[in-house]
């Protein structure tokens, strides 16, 4: 539990916070007094983490003073604090482990060791362009040393001077959106549309779209051929955020354990559609559990598509894809592969964040976003409070779900999907 204590000649005062799970946990009163505490709970652990910066940061700005921690070990489950007797340079971090650093005009902001990716909560680190795994910020050289962070990286990074973009990444086949009153489904092939992280198999390693390779465990592709092969890195319906934390991370960690590599083409085998599948299907007899080639089947009819998009999305998933008889495998986009959705979806990039007002007064109200064409919206729902309380960065590529585009070509009724984490 951080503890936080206030004295100014009047008034000799403590305060304290700890987060368990989706609790907080604060205790309060005199100094030399065991003082009142309370629990509140809240939807998450995102939730409960956002809430526990903005009452370190209010408590911050009211003059208390980091004074050292109660509890011997933090842990992730915890809040944690740095010693207030540490210099600069002599601190570190374990797998999972946070800390509390003092920032500039008294704001407080959280370190973290994540598979041996290094965050910080502070704007600085949080906009960068780089990837994650390379930034670092004022607050992790003093909290670990210039010495430390220069043997992690490398080098001290600078500041990207340009976006990384799909020219960047493997020639992959992109889908084109299905359209009821253009596209015929019949004779084409379903399949389910995978809420997960595409990736290519190269033959060696993964490589995400933009090119950026996945470190996976040597046991997780032991089984895979040295041939490219086109999937998606899945940890089961609804849990797209989860998978990306574990494919970000660079310490080949066993959290990979609760990822599946489901495969559905086979760029370089010869012949159309049909004869890739089939030889995917001979490759992927001998897989162990966590490998498998995506199961397709004849659409019927139109009706037959709406039947089977039903019965996904009543499962929790996300969609339907389809694919043409015969097509052959193309990089860009291409009519032969369509993605069937109840709603549609887009992506933009972060402009500007719009102050919000009323309830949402000290937070975001909603973010400025601009397609890729350069028409720029906002979007102000589907937000949770820890995403208002930390939102997107600018410069972050997002997707927005929407009814239908205006004749302007406007997203009507935007809503906040997620961060697009494997987009720069």
């Given at each position: 539990m951080a503890r936080y204590e206030l004295s100014d000649g009047t008034s000799h005062k403590f305060w304290e916070i700890e987060r368990t799970g989706s609790?907080?946990?604060?205790?309060?009163?005199?100094?030399?007094?065991?003082?009142?505490?309370?629990?509140?709970?809240?939807?998450?652990?995102?939730?409960?983490?956002?809430?526990?910066?903005?009452?370190i940061a209010g408590k911050a700005k009211k003059g208390y003073a980091l004074a050292g921690s109660v509890c011997a070990a933090p842990s992730a489950a915890s809040v944690s604090s740095a010693p207030s007797t540490s210099t600069p340079g002599s601190g570190d971090l374990a797998d999972g482990q946070t800390v509390e650093v003092p920032g500039s005009g008294g704001r407080i902001y959280t370190l973290r060791n994540a598979g041996g990716v290094y965050s910080c909560s502070c704007p600085a680190w949080r906009n960068q362009s780089v990837p994650i795994e390379a930034r670092t910020c004022k607050h992790l050289r003093r909290?670990?040393?210039?010495?430390a962070e220069t043997e992690r990286l490398g080098s001290l990074p600078e500041r990207s001077t340009r976006t990384r973009t799909?020219?960047?990444?493997?020639?992959?086949?992109?889908?084109?959106?299905?359209?009821?009153?253009?596209?015929?489904?019949?004779?084409?092939?379903m399949s389910e549309k995978l809420d997960g992280v595409r990736a290519l198999w190269d033959g060696s390693r993964f490589l995400s779209r933009l090119g950026k390779e996945f470190a996976a465990p040597e046991w997780?592709?032991?089984?895979?051929?040295?041939?490219?092969?086109?999937?998606?890195?899945?940890?089961?319906?609804?849990q797209f955020q989860h998978t990306v934390g574990v494919v970000r991370r660079i310490d080949r960690s066993e959290?990979?354990?609760?990822?599946?590599?489901?495969?559905?083409?086979?760029?370089?085998?010869?012949?159309?559609?049909e004869q890739r599948l089939q030889g995917l299907q001979g490759l992927a007899g001998g897989w162990p559990e966590h490998l498998s080639a995506l199961e397709h089947a004849r659409c019927g009819s139109a009706e037959a598509l709406e039947a089977e998009m039903d019965r996904i999305v009543g499962?929790?998933?996300?969609?339907?894809?389809?694919?043409?008889?015969?097509?052959?495998?193309?990089?860009?986009?291409?009519?032969?592969?369509?993605?069937?959705k109840r709603f549609h979806e887009i992506e933009a990039r972060v402009v500007a964040h719009v102050p919000g007002t009323g309830r949402h007064e000290g937070r975001l109200g909603a973010l400025r976003v601009a397609l890729e064409n350069g028409t720029i919206f906002k979007v102000g729902t589907g937000?949770?409070?820890?995403e208002r309380e930390a939102p997107p960065a600018v410069g972050v590529v997002v997707t927005v779900r929407y009814q239908e585009l205006t004749k302007a070509g406007v997203p009507r009724f935007p809503s906040f999907l997620r961060v697009r984490s494997d987009v720069d």
């Amino acid at each position: 539990m951080a503890r936080y204590e206030l004295s100014d000649g009047t008034s000799h005062k403590f305060w304290e916070i700890e987060r368990t799970g989706s609790e907080v946990t604060t205790r309060w009163g005199r100094i030399g007094t065991d003082g009142r505490s309370k629990t509140k709970s809240h939807a998450d652990e995102a939730a409960a983490e956002a809430d526990v910066a903005k009452q370190i940061a209010g408590k911050a700005k009211k003059g208390y003073a980091l004074a050292g921690s109660v509890c011997a070990a933090p842990s992730a489950a915890s809040v944690s604090s740095a010693p207030s007797t540490s210099t600069p340079g002599s601190g570190d971090l374990a797998d999972g482990q946070t800390v509390e650093v003092p920032g500039s005009g008294g704001r407080i902001y959280t370190l973290r060791n994540a598979g041996g990716v290094y965050s910080c909560s502070c704007p600085a680190w949080r906009n960068q362009s780089v990837p994650i795994e390379a930034r670092t910020c004022k607050h992790l050289r003093r909290f670990r040393g210039d010495a430390a962070e220069t043997e992690r990286l490398g080098s001290l990074p600078e500041r990207s001077t340009r976006t990384r973009t799909a020219a960047d990444g493997p020639p992959l086949l992109l889908a084109m959106s299905y359209d009821a009153t253009v596209h015929d489904p019949t004779g084409w092939w379903m399949s389910e549309k995978l809420d997960g992280v595409r990736a290519l198999w190269d033959g060696s390693r993964f490589l995400s779209r933009l090119g950026k390779e996945f470190a996976a465990p040597e046991w997780f592709t032991a089984a895979l051929p040295g041939v490219p092969l086109d999937g998606e890195l899945f940890g089961g319906r609804g849990q797209f955020q989860h998978t990306v934390g574990v494919v970000r991370r660079i310490d080949r960690s066993e959290a990979w354990r609760a990822l599946r590599f489901v495969v559905f083409d086979a760029p370089e085998h010869e012949g159309g559609f049909e004869q890739r599948l089939q030889g995917l299907q001979g490759l992927a007899g001998g897989w162990p559990e966590h490998l498998s080639a995506l199961e397709h089947a004849r659409c019927g009819s139109a009706e037959a598509l709406e039947a089977e998009m039903d019965r996904i999305v009543g499962l929790g998933g996300e969609g339907l894809m389809l694919r043409k008889p015969g097509s052959a495998y193309v990089a860009g986009r291409s009519e032969t592969l369509l993605k069937v959705k109840r709603f549609h979806e887009i992506e933009a990039r972060v402009v500007a964040h719009v102050p919000g007002t009323g309830r949402h007064e000290g937070r975001l109200g909603a973010l400025r976003v601009a397609l890729e064409n350069g028409t720029i919206f906002k979007v102000g729902t589907g937000f949770s409070d820890a995403e208002r309380e930390a939102p997107p960065a600018v410069g972050v590529v997002v997707t927005v779900r929407y009814q239908e585009l205006t004749k302007a070509g406007v997203p009507r009724f935007p809503s906040f999907l997620r961060v697009r984490s494997d987009v720069d």
